[in-house]
């Protein structure tokens, strides 16, 4: 069946330093994968978009990868701030306009 | 511009009741989604629509019903709620291909007693 995993549920990180979230999943073969933000109470918000033929995106202090052959994703979130700190979930589109989310990881940034 | 706005904002039914939740975007896109969020378990895709008049079943559909009369709004209802029905739900649009850029409305948090 298909699988989308995010790392660790939690992550925390000292302010400055550089956050990096995975997503890994089974049994997709996506045209492309997306990062959303999500605070608490409230819905996600899209942060970047990266194609399938994109090894790298870039937007601001944030940083996607996107490795079809480990099935993998990666987002940088660079300088870190305590404005950072929330749910970053990783999305695919399934062929028929379905979308599967990931669990999300909770970024704390400590000042 | 609203954006994506969900009705209500949080319910308490008793087992058995029905409710309909709505979800009105005047983003003019085609494409809503009704998703819910639990605990552990991450967003999943309850129903969609693909434009007005349409419905399609998402990875959970069970005990839920949705309808698309107007391209501006999407209708869940659950006709006997359940406690397992207890979540937050989400409503969500895009313009479509290539971009599918969802805009999430701010949820609704259910309680069925």
């Known amino acids: 069946s298909q699988k989308i995993e995010q790392n660790s549920e939690a992550l925390n990180i000292q302010e400055g330093k550089t956050a990096t979230l995975t997503c890994n999943y089974t049994?997709?073969?996506?045209?492309?994968l997306q990062w959303y933000r999500q605070d608490p109470g409230r819905g996600p918000v899209f942060l970047l978009l990266i194609r399938e033929n994109e090894k790298e995106k870039r937007k601001e202090r944030l940083k996607v990868t996107f490795d079809t052959t480990l099935k993998q994703s990666l987002f940088h979130i660079t300088a870190s701030q305590p404005a950072d700190s929330a749910t970053y979930l990783c999305?695919?589109?399934?062929?028929?306009?379905?979308?599967?989310f990931g669990t999300g990881t909770s970024l704390t940034v400590i000042p | 511009n609203a954006g994506v706005t969900q009705t209500p904002k949080f319910r308490v039914l008793k087992t058995g009741q029905s409710m309909t939740l709505l979800c009105a975007q005047d983003m003019n896109h085609e494409y809503m989604y009704w998703y819910r969020q639990d605990p552990g378990m991450g967003l999943r895709l309850i129903h969609y629509s693909v434009g007005e008049g349409t419905t399609a079943k998402g990875e959970v559909p069970d005990g839920y019903n949705v309808s698309r009369l107007k391209k501006q709004n999407f209708l869940l209802g659950l006709e006997s709620a359940a406690p397992s029905q207890t979540s937050v739900y989400f409503c969500?649009?895009?313009?479509?291909?290539?971009?599918?850029?969802?805009?999430f409305g701010p949820g609704t948090r259910l309680t069925v007693l």
């Open positions: 969500a649009t895009t313009s479509g291909p290539p971009t599918d850029t969802q805009y």
């Open positions: 049994n997709y073969s996506p045209a492309y």
């Open positions: 999305a695919l589109e399934n062929t028929g306009n379905q979308f599967y």
